[in-house]
């Protein structure tokens, strides 16, 4: 392995005085405050050396508190320590073949090393946990020379019983899994080549939603920083630093071989990326719970229930010619799949508008200056969906007009000077997502990704560099009838030094951040937090979610707006100290 945008994957040695205590900044659960709750463990296990040996355990619904099936919520507990020196590892969790949760796992430290605890809210898979079924933990490790930190992890699930203060979260008929449908590990489909899933729906299915997990891994971790394949050859230092490919990505799902909607993802930083001191101990925003995608698609549920089996397939393109990318992406996907309760006939119906581009609209230029010691490129690339139908229902004869939309703008500049000792990326990324079923929204999707980095290198070894990073993440989603709608607004800014050396790494580094949420039920949860060479500096929380709320101005009632998303929230700043 090379060092650089290649390497940043790297390990870090450091020496904790005491354990740290790691977290991504994120808002807690929404769940009944005054609710009964069961809580269950659902597995224990230390990854050591486990690649190919997932945590495979039997999950039965708890009897207490209320018919499985019943509950107003569940929440998933993931507690980890660690020891030592590793590398960032993927984990994914998942019930009867579907994934629920991907997440990652922050780098140890060694003395008395690190821990972590995540909460997710998982009620919107409800129907897979109401009968006993498979849960799987695959958290893949390698324990050699070098690398000697063991994941040792325990997973609790908290079930919050109905009340009539809390009513039965809403939820699906029926979840279908696009993936490997593996019975040893988290099923996750890897990416080129495209991969196909075949399955049948109820002939009385009336809406179908998919969410989709995505995330580069491998060669495509750092895709967003990937060169032009044209400019490869004009930067010295090129195949140091970074990969091929470029760095614009588009993942698609189609329907028997035609596009139904497409994901221009989130970049999740892992805490190994650009300068792993930057991420002590806050990690990126999405490091612990990568963001999903969403896709309403009950406009082509007439092409869905004629009993016969149909083919799903999931891929990933760039915007090369030929587009191509990089190895690897991991892939899955599910779908809410709700049937009319009022009738077995079959749904009828037809697509009326169908205006879907095999490709979207992709361009690249760029500059090569003083022999190639200066280069700049641009890629851009934009998505214009737009679907209708009528969707019929058996039996009452109901008529549901369905409208599926997607816009989608991506811009990524970068600049190389010096032959590559320093590169810049600047990459916006928004979207408008949205579906109405009989002028009604159901899906919205509304999202700012600007990230901004700068990496120097600081002498012609290419084995120690300073790096500065301005990550975004704006969302107002509203993801399907079973999940509450919220905007998130974060922003994130990192800074570090780093340095390989024989005998462990060194490095330090600080991270700033600002946190909102507020959801259709008014609750509000604000953090603002900072770091600087592993301390917390800075940690102020308020909001109804908080652990002490604070009531705010403003901050409490259905739909008010208490931050905005303004501009790209990306600008070059260096030197972000806590």
């Given at each position: 392995?090379?060092?650089?945008?290649?390497?940043?994957?790297?390990?870090?040695?450091?020496?904790?005085?005491?354990?740290?205590?790691?977290?991504q900044v994120a808002q807690p659960p929404v769940v009944p405050k005054d609710a009964k709750q069961c809580t269950v463990q659902v597995l224990q296990r230390d990854f050591a050396f486990s690649y190919g040996q997932s945590e495979i355990v039997t999950l039965n619904p708890p009897t207490d508190c209320g018919e499985p099936g019943s509950w107003a919520a569940i929440t998933l507990n993931f507690t980890v320590t660690s020891n030592g020196t590793q590398y960032d590892r993927l984990g994914i969790f998942s019930i009867n073949k579907t994934e629920i949760w991907r997440t990652s796992t922050p780098e140890p430290t060694r003395g008395d090393g690190i821990i972590w605890t995540y909460l997710k809210d998982v009620s919107q898979y409800t129907p897979l946990f109401a009968t006993s079924n498979t849960f799987i933990l695959q958290l893949d490790n390698i324990i050699q020379t070098g690398l000697d930190g063991v994941y040792s992890t325990v997973v609790h699930a908290t079930y919050y019983a109905a009340s009539k203060h809390a009513s039965t979260?809403?939820?699906?008929?029926?979840?279908?899994?696009?993936?490997?449908?593996?019975?040893?590990?988290?099923?996750?489909?890897?990416?080129?080549?495209?991969?196909?899933?075949?399955?049948?729906?109820?002939?009385?299915?009336?809406?179908?939603?998919?969410?989709?997990?995505?995330?580069?891994?491998?060669?495509?971790?750092?895709?967003?920083?990937?060169?032009?394949?044209?400019?490869?050859?004009?930067?010295?230092?090129?195949?140091?630093?970074?990969?091929?490919?470029?760095?614009?990505?588009?993942?698609?799902?189609?329907?028997?071989?035609?596009?139904?909607?497409?994901?221009?993802?989130?970049?999740?930083?892992?805490?190994?990326?650009?300068?792993?001191?930057?991420?002590?101990?806050?990690?990126?925003?999405?490091?612990?719970?990568?963001?999903?995608?969403?896709?309403?698609?009950?406009?082509?549920?007439?092409?869905?229930?004629?009993?016969?089996?149909?083919?799903?397939?999931?891929?990933?393109?760039?915007?090369?010619?030929?587009?191509?990318?990089?190895?690897?992406?991991?892939?899955?996907?599910?779908?809410?799949?709700?049937?009319?309760?009022?009738?077995?006939?079959?749904?009828?119906?037809?697509?009326?508008?169908?205006?879907?581009?095999?490709?979207?609209?992709?361009?690249?230029?760029?500059?090569?200056?003083?022999?190639?010691?200066?280069?700049?490129?641009?890629?851009?690339?934009?998505?214009?969906?737009?679907?209708?139908?009528?969707?019929?229902?058996?039996?009452?004869?109901?008529?549901?007009?369905?409208?599926?939309?997607?816009?989608?703008?991506?811009?990524?500049?970068?600049?190389?000077?010096?032959?590559?000792?320093?590169?810049?990326?600047?990459?916006?990324?928004?979207?408008?997502?949205?579906?109405?079923?009989?002028?009604?929204?159901?899906?919205?999707?509304?999202?700012?990704?600007?990230?901004?980095?700068?990496?120097?290198?600081?002498?012609?070894?290419?084995?120690?560099?300073?790096?500065?990073?301005?990550?975004?993440?704006?969302?107002?989603?509203?993801?399907?009838?079973?999940?509450?709608?919220?905007?998130?607004?974060?922003?994130?800014?990192?800074?570090?030094?780093?340095?390989?050396?024989?005998?462990?790494?060194?490095?330090?580094?600080?991270?700033?951040?600002?946190?909102?949420?507020?959801?259709?039920?008014?609750?509000?949860?604000?953090?603002?937090?900072?770091?600087?060479?592993?301390?917390?500096?800075?940690?102020?929380?308020?909001?109804?979610?908080?652990?002490?709320?604070?009531?705010?101005?403003?901050?409490?009632?259905?739909?008010?707006?208490?931050?905005?998303?303004?501009?790209?929230?990306?600008?070059?700043?260096?030197?972000?100290?806590?």
């Amino acid at each position: 392995m090379v060092p650089g945008l290649v390497l940043f994957a790297a390990v870090f040695l450091a020496v904790q005085a005491e354990v740290l205590r790691n977290f991504q900044v994120a808002q807690p659960p929404v769940v009944p405050k005054d609710a009964k709750q069961c809580t269950v463990q659902v597995l224990q296990r230390d990854f050591a050396f486990s690649y190919g040996q997932s945590e495979i355990v039997t999950l039965n619904p708890p009897t207490d508190c209320g018919e499985p099936g019943s509950w107003a919520a569940i929440t998933l507990n993931f507690t980890v320590t660690s020891n030592g020196t590793q590398y960032d590892r993927l984990g994914i969790f998942s019930i009867n073949k579907t994934e629920i949760w991907r997440t990652s796992t922050p780098e140890p430290t060694r003395g008395d090393g690190i821990i972590w605890t995540y909460l997710k809210d998982v009620s919107q898979y409800t129907p897979l946990f109401a009968t006993s079924n498979t849960f799987i933990l695959q958290l893949d490790n390698i324990i050699q020379t070098g690398l000697d930190g063991v994941y040792s992890t325990v997973v609790h699930a908290t079930y919050y019983a109905a009340s009539k203060h809390a009513s039965t979260v809403k939820q699906s008929n029926q979840i279908i899994s696009l993936s490997r449908l593996s019975d040893n590990d988290g099923g996750v489909i890897s990416v080129p080549p495209a991969y196909n899933v075949t399955t049948t729906f109820p002939q009385n299915t009336v809406e179908v939603y998919a969410e989709i997990f995505a995330s580069g891994n491998s060669r495509e971790e750092f895709w967003f920083s990937n060169i032009v394949n044209e400019y490869m050859d004009d930067i010295p230092l090129a195949d140091s630093i970074a990969y091929h490919n470029g760095p614009f990505r588009e993942v698609q799902l189609a329907l028997d071989g035609k596009l139904v909607g497409t994901v221009f993802p989130f970049v999740p930083i892992f805490t190994g990326g650009a300068a792993p001191p930057m991420w002590r101990p806050i990690s990126a925003y999405g490091a612990l719970e990568l963001p999903t995608y969403h896709l309403d698609l009950t406009a082509f549920v007439p092409l869905l229930v004629d009993g016969l089996p149909h083919t799903f397939t999931l891929s990933v393109i760039s915007a090369e010619p030929d587009y191509t990318t990089e190895q690897n992406w991991y892939l899955t996907a599910n779908l809410q799949v709700i049937t009319n309760s009022a009738s077995n006939e079959p749904t009828t119906g037809n697509v009326t508008i169908y205006s879907i581009d095999p490709y979207p609209q992709m361009s690249t230029t760029g500059h090569v200056l003083n022999g190639g010691q200066d280069v700049d490129f641009t890629v851009t690339a934009s998505r214009k969906v737009h679907v209708e139908s009528t969707v019929v229902a058996g039996g009452s004869g109901k008529k549901n007009h369905v409208v599926w939309t997607q816009d989608l703008k991506y811009t990524n500049v970068q600049t190389f000077t010096q032959g590559g000792i320093t590169q810049v990326v600047d990459q916006k990324s928004s979207g408008a997502i949205r579906s109405t079923q009989n002028g009604k929204r159901v899906v919205e999707d509304l999202y700012e990704y600007p990230l901004w980095m700068n990496l120097t290198y600081l002498g012609p070894d290419l084995r120690n560099w300073t790096v500065s990073v301005d990550h975004t993440y704006n969302r107002a989603l509203h993801a399907d009838p079973f999940t509450l709608g919220s905007k998130i607004a974060s922003h994130q800014t990192a800074d570090a030094f780093f340095q390989l050396q024989t005998g462990g790494n060194y490095g330090n580094g600080t991270n700033n951040n600002t946190f909102s949420y507020l959801d259709d039920k008014g609750n509000t949860y604000r953090r603002k937090v900072n770091a600087a060479y592993n301390v917390i500096t800075l940690d102020e929380e308020s909001g109804s979610l908080a652990p002490y709320p604070v009531t705010e101005k403003g901050a409490q009632g259905h739909g008010q707006d208490t931050f905005r998303f303004g501009g790209s929230g990306a600008g070059k700043v260096r030197g972000g100290g806590g």
